[in-house]
């Protein structure tokens, strides 16, 4: 435990140092925060008068939001984390790592928890935009606290999907781009299930393709402010599958020693 | 105390180490002496559980390598060969993130011990990346003493240091063996030779000698050349032990005749003496030639090539 506690706070203070980590949260911000004044803008013009209206408006523009945040993983995961296990690859400090009395996943949950940190740090950002809601009357507080909750766990698994790839090689660049595959193949499998309906594939294929889908479990559910507990399930197991690929990656390490 | 038992690492079809047995004794330096490729750094990768043997096996401190790779993790400091290190730290807080995954209590002390240990003290607080490579190998060195292992394994201590810190590295050494089992890897032999109180030389993955540096001397060098210097005429002595039947070549070194005996096992003082003698020389000087080891470990690892290649052809 003290291992991995160890490899959390360097990881961490790594990220809270490191100007391209600014550079990717002010970027994922500024997008953010000019889509949020757009939508809002929008709506104001269309209707000048109602609480209701007001209210509909507060609700559209926290769920378009988080929508955007959700569909810009696929760029975000892979930058934040496709230094974590390829650089001490590449460093050689893999070695005193793996020649210390650590066990191999000790050390991939520190580097993940740590990603995962400064990623729910990008997500408080976000919750500003929220605050400035609040003049025009208070959000749902469903699509609040379920379409928060599923960013948070949505964030989670893409960034464990996409560290697979930085356990896999030591080219930073590569781990990027096949994080970002990875991503978009799980964002779009629902859309694939879509094409891949009537078309010869069996009402299995294509109900797994959906079940393995994204969009399917965030999108569409937690993101409208429905909290179902099979969602939930689905990333705490896909982020759990994926840490453990990775850490096994990382023990391969051994037989591939460079 | 290491024990390396009938070791196999291959890498895919290349075996980097072959068969090989060796042990490192508590309280004593063990020299790895070898040219470069030759499988020093694989076997210690393997003793200190980075990488699992093909075959065989290796016992460190008394744990299987491969078994209870947490238990030798536990007990070995390593050095590994190109000093990672993580260059946005300075040495203290590389020294303190290691200690808080080994879980060591007392760090900041251990820490503060082991840095002015190799004298580095004074650089303790300075970013890793600002320090010369000399220092970095210290910060290296540093960590591997950090949790006073009992068993030190240091892949090319020596390397790139100046000559100044190379002494004080050797002595360093020294005294650590003391202390602990210290197994070190160098393709130098005269600091085999000054620092460990034995040495395994590898070649091609193969185990071709071991002993102590005395023993060595001994086994290897056994009936060497012999340097005659006589009174009276050089040239008529040289032909004289040249016609000796156990003499393969005798050639005139400025004022001394060295004699090559042709079976390198016999020792070819006492018959030069009295041939000499009986022809009538003044005898000033009759000895072996000092062996020196540089040569022996250049002769055996080129044999060693010359026979693996013939093997292949
Ligand atoms: N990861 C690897 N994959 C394939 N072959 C390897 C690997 N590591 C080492 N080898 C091979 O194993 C052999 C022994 O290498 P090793 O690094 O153990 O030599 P060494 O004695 O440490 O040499 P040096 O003095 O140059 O450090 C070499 O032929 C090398 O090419
Ligand atoms: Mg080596």
């Known amino acids: 435990?003290?291992?991995?506690?160890?490899?959390?706070?360097?990881?961490?203070?790594?990220?809270?140092?490191?100007?391209?980590?600014?550079?990717?949260?002010?970027?994922?911000?500024?997008?953010?925060?000019?889509?949020?004044?757009?939508?809002?803008?929008?709506?104001?013009?269309?209707?000048?008068?109602?609480?209701?209206?007001?209210?509909?408006?507060?609700?559209?523009?926290?769920?378009?939001?988080?929508?955007?945040?959700?569909?810009?993983?696929?760029?975000?995961?892979?930058?934040?984390?496709?230094?974590?296990?390829?650089?001490?690859?590449?460093?050689?400090?893999?070695?005193?790592?793996?020649?210390?009395?650590?066990?191999?996943?000790?050390?991939?949950?520190?580097?993940?928890?740590?990603?995962?940190?400064?990623?729910?740090?990008?997500?408080?950002?976000?919750?500003?935009?929220?605050?400035?809601?609040?003049?025009?009357?208070?959000?749902?507080?469903?699509?609040?606290?379920?379409?928060?909750?599923?960013?948070?766990?949505?964030?989670?698994?893409?960034?464990?999907?996409?560290?697979?790839?930085?356990?896999?090689?030591?080219?930073?660049?590569?781990?990027?781009?096949?994080?970002?595959?990875?991503?978009?193949?799980?964002?779009?499998?629902?859309?694939?299930?879509?094409?891949?309906?009537g078309r010869g594939f069996t009402a299995g294929a294509t109900d797994f393709l959906r079940e393995l889908s994204l969009v399917a479990h965030y999108q569409e559910t937690m993101m409208q402010g429905i909290l179902r507990g099979e969602d939930v399930a689905y990333f705490v197991l896909l982020t759990v599958a994926a840490l453990f690929v990775t850490s096994v990656l990382v023990g391969t390490r051994r037989w591939r020693a460079s | 105390m290491i024990t390396v038992d009938h070791l196999t690492k291959r890498y895919g079809d290349v075996a980097a180490v072959r068969d090989i047995s060796f042990t490192a004794e508590n309280g004593q330096v063990t020299g790895f002496l070898g040219p470069n490729g030759a499988g020093k750094t694989t076997t210690m990768r393997v003793l200190t559980g980075f990488t699992p043997p093909t075959s065989g096996r290796a016992l460190v401190g008394g744990f299987d390598v491969f078994e209870q790779s947490m238990n030798v993790r536990r007990v070995v400091g390593y050095l590994p060969e190109n000093v990672p290190l993580y260059r946005d730290l300075t040495p203290y807080e590389y020294l303190m993130y290691l200690g808080e995954i080994r879980g060591l209590r007392e760090r900041k002390a251990r820490a503060q011990a082991v840095l002015a240990r190799v004298g580095l003290s004074a650089r303790s607080n300075s970013r890793i990346r600002t320090l010369s490579k000399g220092m970095k190998q210290r910060v290296g060195l540093a960590a591997a003493l950090l949790h006073d292992p009992q068993v030190l394994i240091l892949d090319e201590p020596t390397i790139g240091l100046d000559p100044l810190q190379v002494l004080e590295l050797r002595q360093l050494v020294a005294e650590l063996g003391?202390?602990?089992?210290?197994?070190?890897?160098?393709?130098?032999?005269?600091?085999?030779?000054?620092?460990?109180?034995?040495?395994?030389?590898?070649?091609?993955?193969?185990?071709?000698?071991?002993?102590t540096p005395q023993a060595l001397r001994d086994q290897l060098a056994r009936g060497g050349r012999v340097v005659v210097r006589v009174a009276g005429d050089l040239e008529a002595a040289r032909a004289v032990l040249a016609a000796l039947p156990a003499v393969q070549e005798a050639v005139l070194d400025r004022d001394s005749v060295v004699v090559t005996p042709a079976d390198s096992s016999a020792d070819l003082r006492p018959d030069a003496a009295q041939a000499l003698m009986a022809q009538g020389f003044g005898l000033l000087e009759v000895r072996s030639l000092a062996v020196n080891l540089e040569d022996i470990f250049i002769e055996l690892t080129r044999r060693e090539v010359g026979a693996q290649k013939e093997e292949v052809a």
């Open chain 1, 1 to 197: 435990m003290s291992a991995l506690w160890a490899v959390y706070k360097r990881e961490v203070a790594l990220f809270f140092r490191s100007t391209i980590a600014y550079a990717i949260a002010f970027g994922v911000l500024l997008f953010m925060g000019v889509l949020f004044s757009a939508t809002v803008t929008q709506f104001v013009a269309n209707n000048t008068s109602g609480f209701a209206q007001q209210l509909a408006t507060a609700d559209m523009a926290i769920v378009g939001m988080l929508g955007t945040l959700a569909f810009l993983m696929f760029i975000i995961a892979p930058l934040l984390t496709m230094r974590l296990l390829a650089e001490e690859t590449r460093e050689g400090t893999l070695e005193v790592l793996m020649t210390l009395p650590m066990h191999d996943w000790a050390f991939v949950l520190g580097k993940f928890f740590a990603v995962w940190t400064f990623y729910t740090f990008i997500l408080a950002c976000t919750l500003a935009y929220v605050v400035m809601l609040a003049g025009m009357g208070v959000p749902d507080a469903g699509i609040l606290f379920a379409g928060y909750l599923g960013a948070w766990l949505y964030g989670g698994v893409t960034l464990a999907l996409s560290m697979v790839w930085s356990a896999l090689t030591e080219d930073q660049i590569v781990a990027a781009f096949l994080g970002a595959a990875t991503i978009l193949v799980f964002y779009l499998s629902d859309a694939l299930a879509l094409i891949a309906n």
């Open chain 2, 178 to 211: 003391r202390e602990h089992t210290v197994l070190f890897s160098t393709h130098i032999l005269s600091e085999a030779e000054q620092v460990c109180d034995k040495i395994v030389i590898i070649n091609g993955g193969q185990i071709i000698a071991q002993g």
